[in-house]
């Protein structure tokens, strides 16, 4: 057990050491947040143009605008709309000074004849490229409270006509990131945001990109030990299950350290850059999923790392581990490939299937759990089968994992491998 | 201390013979094992260091079987493999922490081993730079270096002077030559010279078979009035080339100078020289191939 710790020890570090680790797992998020930290700026936090009153988080980056009424209908300033953000005057003449002045953002022009054609004139200096959206929840707020005679809870009740209350008779399903609380928003669909349309694909590229990453970085390490002769040396000092044991939790945990950076990220973006990503307010990703996430990464991870360990004790080379690296992860490439089809039809009979054949399913499943609706049954199904499959490889490949293979200078084949591994399991 | 090599037997698949009826005795001193490549080096020195097992035959560490109880000699064995790489991005110190850990070294114990043998292996200025940016020797230097934390009683390196440039080759020889003491060491190498630098044995391997094995002196008292020297037209070399085994020719001013391996004189005006290892080794792999280049060879 000692020396299992020490290995594991030595891998973690000395990956995590790795600049190219680093740049993956750390460099990229970075990257992401800066982006997102840019374009937040160039849009000076802007609300989107849901027609709805501005949160409170939203109101503090609300700019001043200014409103000339010519069809005289705004006669109160609802009370959520903080006091000074909307100012009235008699012209457009006015209007237009006090935007030179820069006392005002922006100001909008209500046409005479608003009631019959909802015609508004929005006028506003020089907008960048990245703020071209117009800033009007305030004022379309505004105009719908007093067409209803100043009744802002009547306002409310028009954008928001039902509270619905849903009983499902059929088992508890997992709810995903983007379930029906998130649609049934004011002003705001599924459909509506890409970023949410578009998440259980992210979801699905992001850990096919974790387990890949994760398992590859076992293949780098035995081969390359393999190849610098510094496995004959551990060899004499530990036994070829403490190797493999050892390697696989380090390499895991280094591989967690990069999921959880990356996740991290895609939880920070969604938390904080929803106004800039207009995502709907109060959007996070369920806990539940993250804990799904982290049962199918480890699992998946355990499953084809065990994998990519037995190629690595059969390539006698580091420039051969690309093919190595097909050979292995080609189901999962498949799974990969079929879930950028299957994301539109998510519970579909293949979709199912593939969410619970071990091989797939780390990635499938997690893509399916994200969008939400997956009875408990089948998580529970598919982690089980997945762990069992694990299990089994990873018994399967401690048995493959000795000086015949470890010493030995053939090419690496995929029937060579397929055959060890199949007379070993 | 006593190391022995028992009619020792390797099969690979294929029924290729690694090894074949191999026994030798050993006993503290430096044995250099040479041969060609292939023939069979690396597969004895993992055995005897317990990495792989013989199909047949056995291997006794003062009278233990390495291949049932490994552990004894494991305690006891240094062993630098063939083509050693390391972590680039390790350090000497990191790299030797790891494998004084693995190996069962007491932290403050490790500690001060490494500090001492990075001053023996001349490494200790350079010992907080990364690995991936030390040259070949150095990276050999450091290999020693690891074999030797366990202070052992049985040393074994294989073909460790291979890729180095000559400046690095005479530097690790003479470490080699140091290191011989109370234990055992065996080098594993195709160079002659490196043999003749550091070896108190020679054995002599082909084809899995050992064809010799004995002291340098006896090695050449073998070949005395065997080797032989003469200047003769470049224009008759190619038909010498064919008759006898040419250990070296070198071309001069008067002609060509050749020194041959035969048993008497190739010509009339031949002169017999002092042999060297060199010559022997070229003496007994030649006659276990059967060519002895020419009808006067051994």
Redo the contacts between chains.
């Keep these: 057990m000692r ?1 299992m710790i ?1 290995v594991l020890r ?1 891998e973690l570090l ?1 990956t995590i ?2 600049p190219s680790f680093l740049l993956v797992a750390f460099g990229i998020p970075l990257l992401a947040i800066l982006v997102l930290l840019g374009v937040t700026i160039l849009k000076g936090g802007s609300s989107g143009s849901g027609g709805i009153a501005p949160e409170a988080s939203e109101t503090s980056e609300l700019e001043v605008q200014g409103y000339v009424d010519q069809a005289g209908l705004i006669s109160v300033i609802p009370q959520d709309i903080p006091q000074g953000y909307l100012l009235a005057y008699p012209n457009e003449d006015h209007a237009q000074q006090a935007l030179q002045a820069g006392e005002i953002a922006a100001y909008f022009v209500i046409f005479e004849d608003y009631i019959e054609t909802g015609n508004l004139h929005y006028i506003r200096p020089n907008p960048s490229p990245f703020s071209a959206h117009v800033q009007d929840s305030a004022m379309r707020w505004t105009l719908l409270v007093n067409v209803l005679g100043g009744n802002a809870e009547l306002a409310q009740r028009v954008i928001d006509p039902v509270n619905l209350q849903v009983t499902d008779l059929t088992p508890e399903p997992q709810n995903g990131a983007s379930g029906d609380h998130e649609c049934s928003k004011p002003g705001m669909t599924c459909e509506s945001n890409l970023l949410i349309r578009y998440l259980p694909t992210i979801m699905l590229v992001l850990f096919y990109i974790f387990i890949l990453t994760g398992s590859s970085l076992l293949l780098r390490s035995i081969s ?1 030990e393999k ?4 496995i ?7 036994s070829p299950l403490q190797i493999l044991s050892g390697k696989i939790m380090g390499l895991g945990i280094a591989a967690l350290l990069q999921m959880a950076a990356w996740v991290g990220t895609v939880y920070i973006v969604l938390r904080t850059g929803g106004q800039t990503l207009n995502l709907p307010a109060g959007f996070q990703i369920p806990p539940s999923l993250l804990a799904w996430g982290l049962v199918f990464f480890l699992l998946g991870y355990a499953l084809y790392a065990s994998l990519m360990a037995g190629a690595g004790a059969m390539v006698p080379k580091l420039k051969e581990t690309t093919q190595a690296t097909w050979v292995v992860m080609m189901p999962i490439m498949i799974g990969y490939l079929a879930g950028l089809f299957l994301v539109e039809e998510p519970h579909g009979v293949i979709a199912t299937v593939l969410s619970l054949f071990p091989l797939t399913s780390p990635i499938l499943m997690i893509m399916r759990l994200t969008v939400g609706g997956v009875p408990l049954w089948q998580p529970l199904l598919a982690a089980g089968l997945l762990a069992l499959t694990a299990i089994i490889v990873v018994r399967t490949v401690a048995r493959m994992f000795h ?2 293979n470890l ?1 030995s200078g053939q090419s690496f084949s995929a029937k060579r491998f397929y055959t060890a591994l199949l007379q070993r399991a | 201390m006593r190391l022995v090599i028992d009619a020792v037997s390797k099969l690979y698949r294929g029924r290729v013979w690694g090894l074949r009826d191999f026994s030798l005795e050993l006993e503290p001193g430096v044995l250099a094992l040479v041969g060609p490549n292939g023939a069979g080096k690396s597969t004895l020195m ?1 055995i005897l ?4 097992k013989p199909t047949a035959g056995r291997v006794t560490w003062n009278g233990t079987d390495i291949s049932r109880s490994p552990d004894q000699l ?1 305690a006891v ?1 240094g ?1 630098l ?7 680039p ?2 350090n000497a110190v990191e790299f030797l922490q ?2 004084a ?4 070294l007491p932290g403050r114990a490790a500690r001060q081993r490494i500090e001492e043998l990075l001053h023996v292996v001349n490494l200790f200025e350079a010992r907080d730079r990364p690995l991936g940016g030390y040259s070949g020797g150095m990276k050999q230097r450091v290999g020693i270096a ?1 074999a030797l934390l366990n202070d052992p009683q049985l040393l074994i390196v294989d073909e460790p002077t291979a890729g180095l440039d000559p400046e690095e080759r005479v530097r690790f020889r003479n470490l080699l030559s140091d290191l011989a003491g109370e234990r055992i060491v065996i080098l594993s190498t195709h160079i002659v010279s490196d043999a003749e630098a550091a070896a108190t044995e020679i054995a002599v391997i082909n084809g899995g078979q050992l064809l010799e094995h004995a002291e340098p002196e006896r090695l050449l008292q073998a070949l005395e009035g065997k080797v032989w020297q003469w200047v003769i037209p470049s224009t008759e070399l190619t038909a010498v080339k064919e008759r006898y085994l040419i250990s070296s020719s070198a071309r001069r001013s008067d002609g060509v100078h050749v020194r041959v391996v035969s048993e008497a004189p190739p010509a009339p005006n031949a002169q017999a020289v002092a042999p060297t290892l060199e010559d022997a080794y070229l003496y007994f792999i030649s006659s276990a191939n059967g060519s002895t280049g020419g009808e006067n060879g051994p």
């Design positions: 020396k020490l030595h000395t050491r790795r390359g190849e610098s002769s510094v004959e040396i551990l060899m004499l000092s530990l000086a015949q010493l | 993992r260091a317990t990495i792989t494991r064995l062993y493999p063939q083509d050693f790489g390391v972590y991005n390790l790891y494998m850990a693995l190996k069962g690891q």
